[in-house]
């Protein structure tokens, strides 16, 4: 009976080991994700003057968005995931002309090779991880900032923009931002491609003054200067982040 016990075991063991369905050798490649950010047909710069959509002009000191649960979509439907969370400092990564021209630039390995039909990724940060403090991550995590997070709301801030709107002569600072569960964005982007065994580039543009201004409507940023609580201006705002990515 124990030698029957064993043998039992020792099958069960070789058949879990036989099934793995790790990819073999040379079946995987890369993929090297860039975000550029734009204003209008202009490349994004922090601190460039910019004209804004309605009148005036306006130049960002800061500019920030988080990304979460960015996968590739296989033409089969299935999905691989990349990222669950990160956070983009665009004010940071697009400092000059020659930054601007690269922009945000992630790598990911051991992607499976095939035919692709498109990327999905969320803008802000997701219920689950939107539950938690800065506290609950380890000090390294992308949410483990204090100063990303809104404790009168009790949410991340999922996209922050900072700076000076000029206009008549007179120059009036503003911070717009977008926070809460419910103006959490899922974007996907159709783009057919193909993964090989060596890198592949995905190049998605973010298109800023298409936050600020759509077909129908501007943000009134002379009027509107401070978005920082849930109110109309900012589900505007956030309704707006269907609009400015491309590939």
């Not at 296989?74 to 990222?83: A, N, P, S």
């Not at 940071?92 to 922009?103: C, E, F, N, R």
């Not at 600072?173 to 995905?202: A, R, T, W, Y």
Request: glycine share 6%; charged share 20%; with cysteine.
């Amino acid at each position: 009976m124990k030698r029957l016990i064993v043998l039992l075991l020792f099958l069960n063991i070789f058949s879990g080991t036989s099934c793995r369905k790790d990819l073999p050798i040379g079946n995987a490649g890369e993929v090297a994700i860039s975000l550029k950010t734009v204003f209008g047909d202009e490349p994004f710069v922090a601190n460039q003057v910019y004209d804004y959509p309605a009148e005036g002009a306006i130049q960002f000191s800061g500019l920030y968005i988080y990304l979460s649960d960015i996968v590739l979509v296989r033409e089969d439907g299935q999905e691989v995931e990349l990222e669950e969370i990160c956070v983009v400092d665009i004010a940071k990564v697009q400092s000059d002309a020659l930054t601007a021209k690269k922009g945000w630039v992630k790598e990911f390995v051991s992607i499976p090779i095939g035919d692709y039909s498109g990327i999905r990724f969320g803008v802000g940060v997701s219920q689950e991880f939107n539950s938690q403090l800065p506290v609950d991550y380890a000090i390294n995590h992308p949410l483990a900032e204090k100063e990303r997070y809104s404790q009168d709301n009790a949410s991340y801030i999922f996209m922050d923009a900072e700076g000076t709107y000029h206009v008549d002569g007179s120059s009036t600072p503003f911070s717009l931002s977008i926070l809460g569960d419910k103006l959490f964005q899922q974007v996907q982007l159709m783009n057919s491609f193909s993964i090989s065994s060596e890198k592949s580039p995905i190049d998605l543009v973010f298109d800023l003054e298409k936050v600020l201004s759509r077909e129908d409507s501007t943000l009134d940023i002379q009027n509107t200067p401070i978005i920082s609580d849930p109110n109309p201006s900012m589900d505007w705002l956030s309704e707006s982040l269907k609009f400015p990515f491309s590939w």
